[in-house]
């Protein structure tokens, strides 16, 4: 039995869950069910970055005190994380004096590659980023994600020394060693690292309020991506603890948008303290609506608490773990949420289990149940995080359970009284489902479980549909 760590990327505090959030959860929540699946100990992490510009401006916009805004956005954050049916074993919230204090015994450890020099340059709050010259030229000095000017900044910062580690990134990136998923990004990554200067990892406090205090520097502040990468080793207990049992993590769950904190900072960060590098860095693509970008000035936000609403938390895991590629852009609709729910897991599934079971049931057919396998295409797919196509190959196999039962006609085998044969088809279809079903399971655990609980013998039909209808 390996031991499986797995990250998920832990969203500003500066608003409520939006459809994108929900992206990581629900993938890294299936590749963990399936690590358990098939025998693995699993320990997954989740939390809520809360230090930063961004969400002190907000708290200050609606007049709060800026704890008690993100205290009330965290747990807001918590609820949907379990509607989405997703489990997590650690939760850290980057203002928990434990996370506080370990954040600064990292900065203490990595001090031989931190220096302090002035800095004069670029800054978009919404990406809590500095932009380079050139991309401050390239984009005409407004962020093209925020539509905000870019801020100048002119101050005295502390510095950590990228430079030191350039090499060893890009022959661990290279190697494999780290491997960046889906692979075209990996060129991209590469690019950015050679352009990467030392980046500045501190603001001056009277600049930047909330957030860690640089350790031995009361006039200073650390820089909110410091804090933040430093989550998925803190909330193993690192420094004080020895984390070898877990780290380095199996997947980390990142936003492409983020990809280049995860593959350029936090692996120089990793490599100063001495640790392993996390073995892949899953990034997905973003959900979009209508082939644009969601956001509240073209007014196309999609809420994803009225799409848990709507049909429920498997309709959405549905739709976001298969219609919704793993690693590219794609579309949410509500045409497309409302078709995926009634002609493919209504029909196709949930009619499935209902026909199956009223026919077992009916003609008192005792099934004997095989414990099956996974079969080698899936488990690739899931073992190469290609989650949304080990998803339809599944749903594939759910369609041919309902080609062969049109196939195999069992009504006309109980009209002409062939009991025998009747048995064995109806045997094999149960058996079938029941493969299936143990593929669906890390995908859709809460319909996998009321399937299971159909299959049992003898097979009884569901009281109510598994999917109704409006
Ligand atoms: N706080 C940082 C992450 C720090 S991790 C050490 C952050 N927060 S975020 O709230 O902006 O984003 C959190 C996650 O949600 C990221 O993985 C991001 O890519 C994802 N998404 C936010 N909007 C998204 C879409 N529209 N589509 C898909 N995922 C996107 O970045």
């Avoid at 916009?61 to 704890?67: C, I, P, Q, R």
């Avoid at 990004?185 to 690019?191: H, N, V």
Wanted: with cysteine; charged share 25%.
């Amino acid at each position: 039995m390996a031991k499986v760590y797995i990250t998920t990327a832990i969203p500003y505090m500066n608003g409520t869950p939006h459809i994108g959030h929900a992206m990581d959860y629900c993938l890294a929540d299936t590749y963990a069910r399936y690590q358990k699946l098939i025998g693995n100990d699993v320990r997954m992490s989740a939390g809520t970055d809360e230090h930063g510009n961004k969400i002190e401006q907000k708290a200050k916009e609606l007049g709060v005190d800026v704890k008690e805004y993100v205290d009330g956005n965290v747990e807001i954050f918590k609820d949907f994380i379990s509607k989405l049916g997703v489990e997590y074993t650690d939760f850290v919230r980057t203002t928990d004096a434990d996370h506080e204090r370990r954040v600064q015994e990292i900065w203490k450890i990595l001090s031989p590659y931190i220096y302090k020099a002035k800095y004069a340059g670029w800054y978009c709050t919404g990406c809590e980023r500095y932009v380079t010259e050139k991309e401050y030229d390239e984009n005409g000095g407004v962020c093209p994600d925020h539509q905000k000017p870019y801020q100048k900044f002119e101050e005295e910062n502390y510095y950590f020394k990228i430079s030191e580690f350039k090499d060893k990134i890009r022959e661990a990136i290279e190697s494999g060693e780290l491997l960046i998923l889906p692979e075209f990004r990996k060129k991209e990554i590469l690019a950015l690292l050679e352009e990467s200067p030392d980046v500045s990892i501190s603001r001056p406090k009277s600049q930047l309020d909330w957030g860690v205090p640089v350790p031995g520097d009361a006039d200073q502040v650390m820089y909110v991506w410091m804090d933040a990468l430093s989550n998925y080793i803190t909330v193993l207990g690192y420094p004080e603890n020895d984390i070898s049992d877990w780290w380095p993590a199996a997947a980390e769950f990142v936003g492409k948008d983020i990809l280049r904190f995860h593959a350029i900072i936090w692996p120089a960060m990793l490599m100063g303290l001495g640790l392993p590098l996390p073995k892949v860095l899953v990034s997905h693509g973003m959900v979009l609506a209508d082939g644009q970008k969601m956001s509240k000035s073209i007014g196309n936000v999609v809420n994803p608490v009225d799409v848990l609403e709507k049909h429920g938390v498997s309709a959405f895991r549905y739709f976001f773990l298969r219609h919704i590629d793993t690693f590219a852009d794609s579309d949410f609709t509500w045409e497309k949420f409302e078709n995926a729910y009634n002609n493919e897991l209504a029909n196709d599934l949930g009619n499935l289990v209902q026909r199956l079971a009223t026919m077992i049931h009916k003609n008192g057919v005792e099934i004997a149940f095989d414990e099956p396998d996974l079969p080698k295409e899936y488990s690739d797919y899931m073992n190469s995080f290609e989650l949304s196509k080990a998803f339809d190959y599944t749903w594939d196999l759910v369609q041919n359970i309902n080609r062969m039962i049109d196939d195999e006609k069992p009504w006309m085998l109980a009209k002409a009284g062939e009991t025998e044969k009747l048995a064995e088809v109806l045997g094999k279809l149960a058996n079938e489902l029941k493969s299936v079903n143990k593929m669906l399971s890390p995908f859709l655990p809460e319909v996998a479980e009321k399937i299971d609980a159909v299959l049992v013998n003898p097979v009884t039909p569901p009281a109510q549909p598994l999917f109704p209808k409006d």
